[in-house]
């Protein structure tokens, strides 16, 4: 992203994520946090970029964590984001074959929606995204 003018700075609660992704993106700012406190100024960035992970912070916190989102982004910012395809919250104890487990919690597609709509986005794009582990919703949307 550097390479094409972006400053990135990426968030993630494990130091071993963090190491990983500061090895391949050395330009880049690399912070511990947890999205549910988000340590930044109010309108900080021109978007944020959530692929697969809020769907692993207990679903009744998301409506806070999109709001949070909204809070640091810049007027008519973007949000890009995966949600829950489908309402569902459990271990999967054999993720993807690996033998560790895995915590998921979200809601469906519909309640998804919902929550970032009342977060004052506007959605541009939603769409069904297949992965190995399920199909997730992904959904574009600008802060209104």
């Known amino acids: 992203m550097e390479e094409r003018g972006f400053t990135v700075t990426g968030i993630d609660i494990s130091t071993k994520m963090l190491e990983m992704a ?7 700012t690399f912070l511990r946090m947890n999205m549910r406190s988000l340590n930044f100024p109010k ?5 944020v970029l959530c692929l697969y992970s809020i769907i692993h912070v207990p679903r009744r916190h ?7 989102f909204h ?18 919250a459990g ?4 993720w993807l074959g690996g033998g560790a487990p895995m915590y998921w919690s979200h ?14 986005f506007d959605i541009i794009l939603s769409r069904a995204s297949k992965q ?11 802060k209104s």
């Open 132 to 142: 190995k582990d399920g199909t997730h919703l992904f959904v574009l949307a600008q």
């Open 22 to 28: 500061r090895e391949n993106a050395p330009q880049s």
């Open 62 to 68: 998301h409506l806070a964590v999109l709001k949070r």
């Open 91 to 94: 271990i999967e104890e054999n």
């Open 71 to 88: 809070r640091v982004l810049k007027s008519r910012g973007v949000l890009a984001i995966h949600m829950g395809w489908r309402d569902w």
């Open 43 to 47: 309108e900080s960035f021109d978007g």
């Open 107 to 120: 809601f469906g597609r519909g309640k998804s929606i919902e929550l970032i709509e009342n977060s004052r």
